[in-house]
């Protein structure tokens, strides 16, 4: 069984007055013990509201969740409030895109690495401190005694990320979600980021579900991929099949859009034209076809069946894209 | 609009300030710490509370007279039946008051109380607001719907008192405690009470919903620690500037007690509404007995007010360049 097994996610938000959002709808994937799977899609397709769901982070007024996130065989949606608390950053953590506003700006980052460390280790005093600088230490902050007396405006932007990161990793979790942890961050920096959650999880065994809108950056780490497109999964496959051969348009135009230095001389990019709000509602058919290069006049007929092929490739298109993408 | 109602938007106002989710904290704050240096309005307020709080705590000790003996009195200077008070001289730098004492000692030694009140009732306004406010504002931003309905008893018991014009609130404070120094400093802290409650509610709102704390969340912090380690300290900074900007008022008000014969029963003890008080009946023969306390009052209230507003200016995103 999956260390972490998100089916049928749906999360629509209903405040009164206002329209209905379904920012999540019905989205299923898996995540094994000590792998790293990538969930891509544009900005606004529902990626943080999905890991916001798992980890139980919504707001309680106005949101309707349905369907299972069944964590070490716990339903984590089902789950009360006081049991999540342990969970959270002891089994499960997590990491968010923007470090400077993620940490405490009036707090010193030392006592905020602490405090994780009493909450769950049970850490006091000099005990905890000692920890917490070897944690840093640990993620790649050079002198982290001093580091442990400043104050988030004080590191850099890659620091504070490093910081979050020894935060998150503090309990060595079993489950560890970064939305976008790079996002925020300048291209060298981020290459640096990526690199050191490669190390940490490899090291320590923990599950990454890694989260982006840049699929060229992450994809060399996941081993298998799921694609969103407004609130749904449009394709899912392990990396080296879906490397192979992408049947969505989607994410031929995701993948597409991002200049490769191997691509062979003369293959023409494909962007992604239009913008995420050029969605049609998925009860209408496909919410991509307004912006499809592919596409036909049954897309919509109405929504399109997610189709599995043999070698675990799932992919929720009438019209897909067949021939690999180097022939053309 | 309504008062109550103007006076909530004022309060809420301030609170949103600390929501200014752009800036962090540290540097907000010493941003703010620069910005007012470079104001005039803040240095002028500064000064003239700095010499205010250096003769209050100082002046006892150097006044040239005893401020509660009447010396006029036994040397036959002072008549003040016959309306004979005599004014500014050498030796009395602001003449005698209806009593024979020496006028510019009790000005000196009524500083002490005037600042002693106003820190005082200040500090008791602050200290239950925070309670109040900070428990409703947190169970607001982190509870659930108990949370809610705590947060809404709590506030709808301060705007009771928010409604209430703050003397009338005063006086009746005063009325049922008894008269005492002590029962003023509470009546006119409590007026404070529903202002600082709201500032800190409204600021702990605004930052219960930033990303800081959805990240401490994430790392299974527990509620009360949220509240306590990482809103409080980000809530702070209107509240503050709110104390500052109440020590003008609490002033103003402890006087007004005393000039409404409602302040310290012990007359003796110099100070400065009293002596507002004491000067009605002189006004003819001698108005400066009443012009001098005056002025100080005015003086001071306006040396706290100018410093709170230059802080609340400094701290303003809006209002910056
Ligand atoms: N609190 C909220 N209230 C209403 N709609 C929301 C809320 N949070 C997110 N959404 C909507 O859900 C959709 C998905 O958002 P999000 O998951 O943040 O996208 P992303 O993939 O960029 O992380 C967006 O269309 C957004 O407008
Ligand atoms: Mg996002």
Redesign the pocket.
């Known amino acids: 069984m999956a260390l972490l097994e998100v089916k049928d996610l749906s999360v629509v938000?209903a405040?009164k007055g206002e329209r209905e959002?379904r920012?999540?709808d019905g989205v299923s994937f898996d995540v094994d013990a000590g792998e790293v799977v990538g969930l891509v899609?544009?900005?606004?397709?529902?990626?943080?509201?999905?890991s916001l769901a798992i980890m139980g982070l919504l707001?309680k007024r106005?949101?309707r969740v349905s369907g299972q996130a069944t964590f070490d065989g716990m339903n984590l949606l089902q789950t009360d409030e006081r049991t999540l608390r342990d969970i959270r950053g002891r089994d499960v953590a997590m990491i968010f895109q923007d470090p400077l506003s993620s940490l405490n700006p009036v707090v010193p980052i030392g006592l905020q690495v602490t405090e994780v460390l009493t909450r769950h280790r049970g850490m006091k005093g000099e005990a905890a401190k000692k920890e917490a600088a070897h944690l840093l230490e640990r993620v790649g902050i050079p002198d982290p005694t001093r580091r442990l007396k400043e104050y988030p405006h004080q590191l850099s932007g890659g620091m504070r990320q490093r910081a979050l990161i020894a935060m998150a990793v503090a309990c060595a979790p079993r489950l560890l979600i970064a939305?976008?942890p790079t996002t925020a961050l300048d291209v060298t920096i981020q290459a640096q980021i990526l690199e050191l959650l490669k190390d940490l999880v490899r090291d320590s065994g923990t599950a990454l579900l890694m989260?982006t809108?840049d699929l060229g950056v992450v994809a060399g780490m996941c081993k298998s991929i799921n694609v969103?497109y407004a609130?749904r999964r449009v394709e899912s496959a392990p990396r080296r099949v879906l490397f192979a051969q992408r049947h969505h348009p989607y994410t031929v135009g995701l993948l597409g859009s991002i200049p490769r230095l191997d691509a062979p001389k003369g293959e023409k990019l494909r962007p992604i034209t239009g913008s995420v709000r050029d969605v049609l509602p998925w009860a209408e058919g496909c919410a991509f076809a307004p912006r499809c290069f592919n596409r036909v006049d049954r897309c919509v007929d109405g929504p399109p069946e997610l189709v599995w092929t043999a070698a675990q490739h799932g992919y929720r298109c009438v019209n897909p894209v067949m021939e690999a993408e180097t022939a053309k | 609009m309504t008062l109550t109602g103007r006076k909530k938007e004022k309060i809420d106002r301030l609170g949103e300030l600390a929501g200014a989710p752009e800036e962090s904290g540290q540097s907000l704050l010493r941003e703010a710490f620069k910005r007012l240096r470079r104001n005039p309005a803040a240095i002028a307020g500064a000064i003239i509370l700095g010499l205010f709080v250096l003769i209050a705590l100082f002046g006892p000790f150097l006044v040239p007279h005893d401020p509660v003996e009447p010396i006029g009195v036994d040397n036959g200077e002072v008549r003040s039946g016959q309306g004979i008070i005599p004014g500014i001289s050498g030796e009395h730098w602001l003449g005698y008051d209806h009593q024979g004492r020496d006028e510019f000692s009790r000005m000196i030694v009524g500083a002490r109380q005037t600042l002693w009140v106003g820190v005082v009732a200040t500090f008791f306004g602050l200290a239950v607001g925070s309670l109040v406010g900070g428990l409703a504002g947190a169970s607001y931003g982190l509870g659930g719907k108990w949370g809610r309905r705590l947060d809404g008893f709590l506030m709808r018991t301060v705007d009771i008192l928010l409604a209430m014009p703050s003397l009338l609130l005063a006086v009746s404070i005063v009325a049922i405690l008894g008269r005492s120094l002590l029962s003023v400093m509470i009546a006119v802290g409590m007026v404070s009470v529903p202002v600082f409650a709201r500032l800190l509610r409204g600021s702990m709102i605004a930052q219960s919903s930033s990303d800081y704390v959805l990240a401490a969340t994430a790392l299974g912090v527990k509620r009360n620690k949220i509240a306590l380690s990482h809103l409080l300290p980000n809530s702070l900074a209107p509240v503050l500037v709110q104390a500052t900007l109440t020590l003008a008022t609490a002033i103003i008000e402890a006087a007004g007690l005393s000039f409404l014969g409602l302040g310290n029963p012990d007359s003796a003890a110099p100070e400065w509404g009293v002596m507002l008080a004491d000067a009605q009946g002189f006004l003819d023969v001698r108005p400066g007995l009443a012009i001098y306390p005056a002025v100080g009052i005015i003086i001071t209230a306006l040396g706290f007010t100018l410093l709170g507003e230059a802080m609340r200016e400094a701290l303003d995103p809006k209002l910056r360049k």
């Not at chain 1, 899609?41 to 999905?50: A, F, P, R, W």
């Open positions: 938000f405040r959002v920012a999540v899609g544009e900005s606004g397709c529902g990626k943080s509201v999905t707001p106005g949101v939305d976008e989260i809108h969103l609130g």
